[in-house]
């Protein structure tokens, strides 16, 4: 018998077999004779039809290899397995799915009275999951306004009816709070997590059990849109506006794009929350894409915090040959008070290390990266200087390796050196660091955060890390230490990811509300009439969001044009380059050329990482059916061009990249 679509099979290649996946396509007409299947996991479940729609659809989209692709959305420990392996692994997981509404979970009547936006928000989730095709919904909710709630409500209404729950989250770091709140409201239902800091085995399992039903709910990063769900009934997508659902590598997909897809796909509704929803997703709501919920106030009726800008330019300057202190005195003052009403501080500074580089003042010399157009960190810490791009390190030499002097000084600051000036400040205080240094370590973040919200740290010091989804009761006071970098940036959308990380991070401040009448953000900037930071003292989204996309409008920037990026590197720039060039020259003999506009090749901002030379080339279209078809020409003519360029090291077409 012929496995049906969808079937996971292994198939000969050569002397060993490989995992492959039975699809619907016609087959091609070979000219050799075809080598039967090596095996059927008959055992499984196959793939469902939408599964292999929405596989087949972000193959396509982003220009990828179906099998490519395909295989990279199932487990990898999936791969290696035999029949008889397999049957082992679900011998171990065979148990009977917990029932849908079982009567652990919890019950209405034990739940938080839900507010007037809550319930309205609720009550459109109820709207869409009424239609054959429903548009996504956008839950622009400030920070503390209860959107988890509205996320578990919806779920519990999806479980209740035996369907299955996804929700996506953009970071590991912020997976174990949310698994919590879910398996605490959930207990009768079986919850599997998705991401890549699980083990293989771990990963596996996991897939197994929602591909199989038996889990009902599956809480993962950007891996976990592929998560096979025979009986998808409702897909979250937390932070939607956040960055790190767009995959940086391999298949450059965007989660967020693709749950939106795979929603109307299923005929389920998508919730997309945010505080500061991407301008993609504002733009598509006021063009009627997609439908919108607002949730303005604060659960429990808390004020949402004052923000105060500090004009470092009205303080006095810092001596000559001495760098400026790390807090104004306003600020210091601040947070002292904080300190002696038992009130916890969150100092904000998205750069860790202890300094971004380290100089000598006699030659000029400093820390650069020998393999990346990047400067070398100084970690105080270990003593060393640290590449963040390609992770070469160095111990700190002793003297300068241009000239031997042994005067070497640290240029400007990151949380390391942050939390040293605050322990040196504020003596007596207890103060703490979160941040990629500090969390590396198995449970070292869930250490760290617990002793937050037990009330061990009086002023706690970090990067992004902190600023989104904790939910720290006894924070009232938040402050940006040196936010300006973004300003002025070459990247259209540094302004859009500064005032939503500053929105963010103003929200951890005043959540409980007998306490948010006093919160306060302080940003200390060189900058402050500076519409960005203009907004953020009103609270003010829309109005950002629509100077913003005046401003894209009038260049031509997304959502009012389409891009794509051809990205080339090699040991030698000039090997790049001439790719770039034969590829613009095969995509003039394009029929579908006239429809795009080419840019001549220009390095990126760190135009060398890891010894190889980088440099891309901006496709761009007013129409994003035209950008595709072009793009579905020109992709195969480019392996041709590869070809004949001997010393390119790779090359990657992006769709909607996320920075030019």
């Known amino acids: ?75 990898p420990e999936l791969r290696r397995l035999d029949g008889l392996q397999l049957a082992r692994r679900l011998a171990r997981l065979d148990r009977p799915p917990a029932r849908a509404g079982g009567d652990a979970d919890a019950r209405l009547e034990e739940l938080p009275e839900l507010g007037d936006e809550q319930a309205a928000a609720l009550e459109a989730v109820a709207v869409l999951a009424g239609m054959a095709s429903p548009p996504a919904l956008l839950l622009h909710g400030v920070t503390g306004s209860g959107k988890t709630e509205v996320y578990l409500r919806a779920a519990a209404r999806a479980l209740a009816s035996g369907r ?45 059990a929602a591909h199989r039903g038996q889990a009902d709910l599956v809480l993962g990063t950007r891996m976990a849109v592929f998560a096979s769900l025979p009986r998808l009934g409702l897909v979250v997508v937390d932070e939607e506006h956040d960055a790190s659902f767009k995959q940086q590598d391999g298949a450059r997909y965007s989660a967020r794009d693709l749950a939106v897809y795979r929603g109307r796909l299923e005929g389920v509704p998508v919730l997309l929350g945010s505080a500061t929803p991407s301008l993609e997703t504002w733009h598509n709501v006021a063009e009627g894409r997609y439908r919108a919920a607002a949730m303005t106030a604060r659960v429990g009726g808390g004020a949402m915090p004052r923000v105060r800008l500090l004009d470092m330019a009205a303080l006095p300057r810092a001596p000559a040959g001495t760098q400026p202190p790390a807090l104004a005195p306003a600020l210091r ?5 904080r300190i002696a009403r038992g009130e916890q501080s969150l100092l904000l500074l998205n750069r860790r290390g202890y300094a971004p580089v380290l100089h000598c003042g006699a030659c000029g010399w400093k820390s650069g990266c020998p393999h990346c157009s990047a ?14 791009h390609c992770g070469f390190a160095e111990r700190v030499p002793r003297a300068c390796p241009e000239c031997g002097n042994l005067d070497l000084g640290a240029v400007g600051r990151g949380t390391e ?29 869930a250490e760290r955060l617990a002793a937050v919200h037990a009330g061990d740290v009086d002023v706690l010091v970090g990067t992004q890390i902190v600023a989104k989804g904790h939910d720290f009761r006894r924070v009232t006071l938040v402050a940006a230490v040196n936010p300006d970098g973004a300003l002025f940036s070459s990247d259209f959308r540094a302004p859009e990811r500064l005032f939503a990380l500053l929105m963010q991070a103003a929200g951890r401040a005043g959540r409980d509300a007998a306490q ?21 003292v009103a609270h003010d989204y829309a109005a950002f969001a629509a100077a913003q996309l005046g401003e894209r409008r009038a260049a031509g920037l997304p959502p009012f044009t389409h891009l794509a990026l051809l990205r080339a590197e090699a040991r030698d720039a000039a090997v790049a380059d001439g790719f770039l060039r034969d590829a613009a020259e095969a ?12 840019y001549p090749p220009v390095p990126p901002p760190l135009a060398r990482v890891a010894g190889l030379e980088r440099l891309q080339m901006l496709v761009e279209s007013r129409s994003r059916s035209a950008l595709q078809r072009f793009l579905a020409a020109w992709v195969p003519a480019l392996h041709g061009v590869r070809r004949t360029r001997r010393g390119l090291a790779r090359w990657a077409v992006d769709v909607d990249p996320l920075a030019i």
């Open 375 to 388: 400067w070398r960190v100084f970690h105080k810490a270990d003593r060393t200087l640290r590449c963040h």
């Open 587 to 598: 995509a003039a003999a394009l029929p579908e050329g006239d429809a795009v506009t080419i």
């Open 417 to 445: 050196k942050l939390e040293e000036q605050m322990a040196a400040l504020l003596p007596g205080a207890r103060i703490a660091r979160i941040d990629a240094d500090t969390t590396r370590g198995a449970g070292a973040l």
């Open 1 to 75: 018998m012929v496995p049906g679509p969808g079937t996971l099979v292994r198939v000969p290649l050569g002397r060993s077999t490989r995992l492959g996946v039975v699809w619907d396509r016609p087959a091609a007409r070979a000219e050799v004779a075809l080598r039967p299947l090596g095996e059927v996991f008959s055992m499984l479940p196959p793939l469902t039809p939408a599964w292999l729609r929405l596989v087949e659809f972000a193959a396509g989209y982003y220009q990828r290899g179906l099998g490519e692709l395909a295989l990279a959305a199932l487990p």
């Open 164 to 208: 299955q729950v996804l929700v996506l989250v953009p970071e590991i770091n912020l997976t174990p709070q949310l698994e919590a709140r879910f398996a605490a409201r959930f207990p009768a239902h079986r919850l599997a997590s998705q991401h890549s800091a699980l083990t293989p085995a771990q990963r596996l399992a996991n897939w197994l």
């Open 333 to 337: 003052a601040a947070i002292e008070q």
């Open 516 to 536: 948010a009448a006093g919160s306060e953000m302080w940003v200390q900037t060189w900058h402050p009439q500076h519409a960005l930071y203009r907004a953020l």
